[in-house]
C-alpha cells in the first residue's frame, strides 16, 4: 500500500515543509498530498528553493501524490476567463511540485438542488478543464464530497457518465460517501474504474459526520471530539483495507486527520495501516 499523509491535517500547526518531509520520512509514509494553500506559500517564497527541495524529497523515497485545491466551477459564465486564468495556475503549481494529479471538488452545491442549467455548466467546464489539464500532463481528479455535485455515488456516477471524459479521475473519500448512505465497499466497487486516490478518516458515531465540514474543520476554535482513529470509529476500515489489500490498489491511500496532535495521530494510523502491508496477510489473501 502506498501511504500518503495531508498536509492540510497540519493548517493550525507552525511547520515547515522540511520537517513534514522528515515526519513521513521516518514514520513510513511514501508520500505527501499537498494542500494547494501550502503550495503555493512555498512556490511564492521559496521557488528557487523548490527543484532543490524536491530532489532532496524524492532521494528519500517520497513525492508529492496530488494537490487539492479548489475550483469555482459554478461561477457565473462572465467569470469564465479568469477561471481558466486559474485552473493554468494550478496546473503550473502541479507540474512545480511534479505531481501528476490535481484535486478539485465538483461546485459548492448539492446535487440534489442541481438545475439542469447549473448541471450542464459544471460537466462543461469540467471537459474542458479535464482536456487541459490532460494536454499539460495533469489528471483532473474529483473528491466524493457533501454538498458538490459528487455528493452521492448516483451523483458521481452521473457527473462521470455526462462529463464523458476519461481523463477525470475519482477521489473516493469512504466517509463522505458513507454519510451520504453508501457503504465503503459499494462506493468503492462501483467507482473502482475512475479511482485515482483514497482519503480515509473517521468518526465515533454516524450522527458525527458533520465534524468535518469546512466550516468546523477549518475554524481553530472548531470542535474535534467525535473525530476518530481509523480503527476505532463507526466505518469498519479493516474490511475496506482488506479488500484493497486483496486487490493490490495502486492508488496512494491518504490519510487525513483533522482532529489535534497531528504527528502522534498519522503516526499512529501508519503503524496501523502498516498491518495490511504484512507478508503473512498478503498470503492469506493469495490462499
Not at 450522527?207 to 467525535?226: T, Y
Request: glycine share 8%; charged share 25%.
Amino acid at each position: 500500500m502506498h501511504i500518503c499523509l495531508c498536509s492540510i491535517s497540519f493548517r493550525h500547526e507552525l511547520v515547515s515543509f522540511g520537517e513534514l518531509v522528515d515526519f513521513a520520512e521516518r514514520t513510513g509514509f511514501q508520500g505527501i498530498e499537498l494542500w494547494g494553500v501550502h503550495g503555493k506559500s512555498l512556490l511564492r517564497d521559496r521557488r528557487r528553493e523548490l527543484p532543490g527541495m524536491l530532489e532532496a524529497m524524492e532521494a528519500r523515497g517520497l513525492g508529492i501524490s496530488m494537490i487539492s485545491d479548489y475550483v469555482d466551477l459554478l461561477a457565473p459564465e462572465d467569470r469564465t476567463p479568469q477561471l481558466l486564468c486559474g485552473w493554468a495556475d494550478l496546473l503550473d503549481l502541479a507540474q512545480a511540485f511534479r505531481t501528476r494529479k490535481l484535486r478539485i471538488f465538483a461546485g459548492d452545491r448539492p446535487s440534489a438542488t442541481a438545475a439542469e442549467r447549473e448541471w450542464a455548466l459544471c460537466v462543461n467546464r469540467l471537459g474542458q478543464l479535464a482536456g487541459q489539464a490532460a494536454e499539460a500532463g495533469v489528471q483532473l481528479v474529483v473528491e466524493t464530497h457533501p454538498r458538490t455535485y459528487a455528493d452521492t455515488l448516483d451523483a458521481t456516477l452521473r457527473l462521470l457518465r455526462d462529463t464523458g471524459r476519461s481523463e477525470i479521475g475519482i477521489n473516493l473519500d469512504f466517509l463522505h460517501l458513507w454519510e451520504s448512505g453508501t457503504p465503503p465497499l459499494e462506493a468503492y466497487r462501483e467507482l473502482r474504474r475512475w479511482i485515482v486516490n483514497y482519503h480515509v478518516k473517521n468518526v465515533a458515531a454516524p450522527e458525527q459526520a458533520g465534524l468535518f465540514e469546512p466550516g468546523n474543520v477549518f475554524s481553530p476554535s472548531g470542535k474535534r471530539d467525535g473525530m476518530a482513529a481509523l480503527a476505532q470509529g463507526a466505518i469498519d476500515y479493516a474490511a475496506v483495507f482488506d479488500q484493497l489489500n486483496q486487490d493490490l490498489t495502486p492508488h496512494p491511500i491518504a490519510i487525513e486527520w483533522f482532529g489535534e496532535h497531528p504527528f502522534a495521530r498519522l503516526e499512529k494510523e501508519r503503524q496501523w495501516l502498516a498491518l495490511w502491508s504484512r507478508p503473512e496477510r498478503q498470503a492469506a489473501h493469495a490462499n
